[in-house]
């Protein structure tokens, strides 16, 4: 069983900027690919980043040039440096960890971005 565990998230100005944590714990060996997906309410959920073990990098249309996914293989954790933060990006962001074809889910931390 592997653990996810998000953490950073909260209320910010537009233009601001936050950074996610996210750790995976437990059964670590053979996690390959971590991310973050968001969703807000009555949408599906969206796919904002996420990183392989190897470092390979892949992010959704909405926040190319904004959002950096980062990696610490060591600590098993990613990082989410999320730039000039738009209305918008107000959601819940889900980290993720696949591990062996099966996906684990943290339980989501919310990112308010008003002003």
């Known amino acids: 069983q592997v653990h996810v565990v998000e953490s950073g998230g909260g209320l910010v100005q537009p233009g601001g900027s936050l950074t996610l944590s996210c750790a995976a714990s437990g059964s670590i060996f053979g996690i390959d690919n971590m991310g973050w997906y968001r969703q807000v309410p009555g949408k599906e959920r969206e796919l904002v980043a996420s990183?392989?073990?190897?470092?390979?990098?892949n992010y959704g249309d909405s926040v190319k040039g904004r959002f950096t996914i980062s990696r610490d293989n060591a600590k098993n954790t990613v990082y989410l440096q999320m730039n000039n933060l738009k209305l918008e990006d107000t959601a819940v962001y889900y980290c993720y960890a696949v591990r062996f074809l099966a996906t684990y889910w943290g339980k989501g931390t919310l990112v308010t971005v008003s002003s």
């Open positions: 990183v392989t073990s190897g470092g390979n990098t």
